[in-house]
């Protein structure tokens, strides 16, 4: 029997697994359930090797929801993998409230406080949650650790966790809790250990995905973040607005639109896929001759420039950029379009590195150093499970 440590990544209608067997930090097998959720669609299920190998799967049917889903992903895993046991289970989790600054060993004490949370992230935070319970399910005697996008910005001063609304609603909960901290907190590391010295400057990391939102950390610690008390705020995304005056959503409202409508627009219809009007996928918009994905990309690309000016100003000076995630990873236009717009700030971009995706794709002269570097959430949960859990 080889000991392993599951972690899982629920969506809402997905869930991502990846299994680990003693130190090492490549995935043994590794997949994801797509799909989850009453009604006639069949689920799909990948399973892959260390290797990144396809494995057979039998195909699931439909799964209803995530106890299903995991159950069908372990059925997978027992026929390829029959020797491996399951001793512990990380969960990536979007909310831990003003009070979950790092991972947590889940009882059934800190299950109803992350509950207690679901109405600061209605859309994501029940799944997470269903999650760790169909992960008790199935193993009942392995131990379960959290870990939370919102703990790496707890580190935020008072001042940048605030709203300039009446004191007592912050009391109540409404303040920036800032997101994507797994993901700072694997790049804050991991600069540490291949760049000391700008790790102890001040670094904005832009997490370019399908969710985007910057950093700014300061000695390895975050300062300011451009998410706030959810995840729509900021950076413009591959689905999500971004940054938008609230006085529009009070108009909205008050012309009658419900509020699940304007939820719906705000998080699934807007950002790339709403100002192009054909897609949230970089790579598609890239590849498009239509003005209007020409004018998403531009708009992505503007936001992310005054963003980034946005943190150096939080801490009174940049050293230095890291790109990361699907966008920061591998656009090498988006990144080079970005910095042209940056180079009053002192950032000058060798070219060839940025094409290649190199780790440090700024020029000898540049004054701020830029850097592409891969982010690995898993990791983050993987150490704190193997870190917390006996
Ligand atoms: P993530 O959420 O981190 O998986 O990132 C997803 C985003 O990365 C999508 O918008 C993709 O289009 C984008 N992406 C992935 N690869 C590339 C690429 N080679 N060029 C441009 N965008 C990419």
């Known amino acids: 029997m080889t000991h392993a440590a599951l972690i899982l990544n629920a969506g809402s209608s997905s869930l991502k697994f990846a299994v680990y067997v003693d130190a090492d930090e490549t995935p043994e097998a590794s997949g994801q359930v797509d799909r989850i959720g009453p009604g ?10 260390a290797s990144g190998t396809a494995l057979p799967v039998n195909a699931p049917g439909s799964l209803e929801d995530h106890q299903q889903a ?13 020797d491996i046991q399951i001793g512990a289970v990380g969960h990536r989790v979007v909310h831990g409230g003003p009070d979950f600054t790092a991972p947590t060993l889940i009882d059934d004490e800190v299950l109803g406080r992350l509950t207690e949370l679901e ?9 997470c949650l269903s999650g760790i319970r169909a992960a008790q399910a199935a193993f009942p005697d392995a131990q379960q ?30 303040r920036r809790y800032g997101f994507h901290g797994i993901s700072y907190d694997y790049i804050s590391g991991a600069l540490r250990q291949t760049d000391p010295q700008l790790s102890s400057g001040r670094v904005v990391v832009a997490h370019l995905g399908n969710g985007a939102s910057l950093c700014a950390l300061r000695n390895g610690k975050s300062v300011a973040t451009t998410m706030g008390f959810s995840a729509l705020d900021g ?16 108009y909205l409202l008050d012309q009658g639109m419900a509020p699940a409508d304007l939820s719906n627009m705000l998080y699934r219809k807007s950002g790339l ?74 950032v000058t971009l060798d070219d060839a590195a940025n094409q290649k995706g190199a780790a440090v794709i700024s020029a000898p002269e540049s004054r701020i150093a830029v850097r592409v570097m891969a982010t690995r959430e898993d990791l983050v949960i993987l150490r704190a499970v193997r870190k917390l859990a006996a």
């Open 273 to 346: 896929l709403g100002l192009s009007g054909l897609s949230n996928d970089m790579r598609t918009l890239e590849n498009s001759d239509l003005p209007e994905a020409a004018e998403a990309v531009s708009y992505f690309i503007q936001r992310l420039q005054r963003g980034i000016a946005e943190m150096a100003a939080a801490m009174e000076g940049l050293d230095g950029i890291v790109f990361t995630a699907g966008i920061g990873e591998h656009s090498a236009s988006i990144r080079a379009e970005t910095c042209r717009g940056l180079a009053w700030m002192g």
């Open 119 to 127: 109405p600061l992230a209605p859309l994501h935070q029940p799944h």
């Open 145 to 174: 650790v959290a870990c939370f996008d919102t703990s790496f910005h707890r580190s935020m001063p008072r001042l940048n966790e605030i709203y300039a609304i009446p004191r007592e609603y912050y009391d109540d909960g409404i």
């Open 235 to 250: 950076l413009a995304m591959g689905t999500r607005s971004g940054q938008i005056d609230p006085g529009v959503l009070l």
């Open 70 to 82: 995991l159950n069908a992903a372990l059925s997978g895993l027992r026929d390829n993998f029959p």
């Open 40 to 49: 006639p669609d069949h689920a799909e299920i990948t399973l892959a090797d």
